[in-house]
């Protein structure tokens, strides 16, 4: 009876992690170069999924002490290379604000399926207006 209970409590657990996201923990994003004044940059995709990927990616800008001040989240669809290059919106800092430049946090990823048609296209959202 306890060997029946036992293998039933493996079996569920094993069904949960094999329906987990195949591609977590696989996806890594950062920002390379940026124009401040612009609140544009540049940054580079590491896809070790080995799948189209779509890609919410939150852009931190941190100030001179390392500490966050602005956040903005941008969604990024890459394909199956191992390195994308994407654009990005940055958060809007005042300038009077020293930064030491943007981190970036992967927040989700979705893995899309190539038979169903998704093609790797680069998404990005507008950067909101700044509040007075």
Not at 65 to 79: C, E
Request: net charge neutral; aromatic share 6%; proline share 7%.
């Amino acid at each position: 009876m306890k060997r029946g209970i036992a293998g039933l409590i493996l079996l569920a657990v094993s069904a949960t992690a094999w329906s987990g996201d195949p591609c977590a923990g696989k996806v890594a994003a950062s920002i390379l170069a940026f124009d401040r004044e612009h609140r544009e940059g540049a940054g580079l995709l590491v896809n070790q999924c080995g799948r189209p990927v779509r890609v919410e990616v939150l852009v931190v800008a941190q100030n001179h002490d390392g500490f966050p001040v602005a956040r903005l989240r941008t969604t990024v669809q890459a394909g199956a290379a191992p390195l994308s290059v994407f654009q990005a919106g940055l958060p809007f800092v005042q300038s009077m604000i020293r930064l030491s430049g943007y981190g970036t946090e992967v927040a989700a990823i979705e893995a899309l399926d190539a038979a169903s048609g998704h093609t790797a296209q680069f998404v990005v959202e507008p950067p909101p207006a700044p509040h007075l």
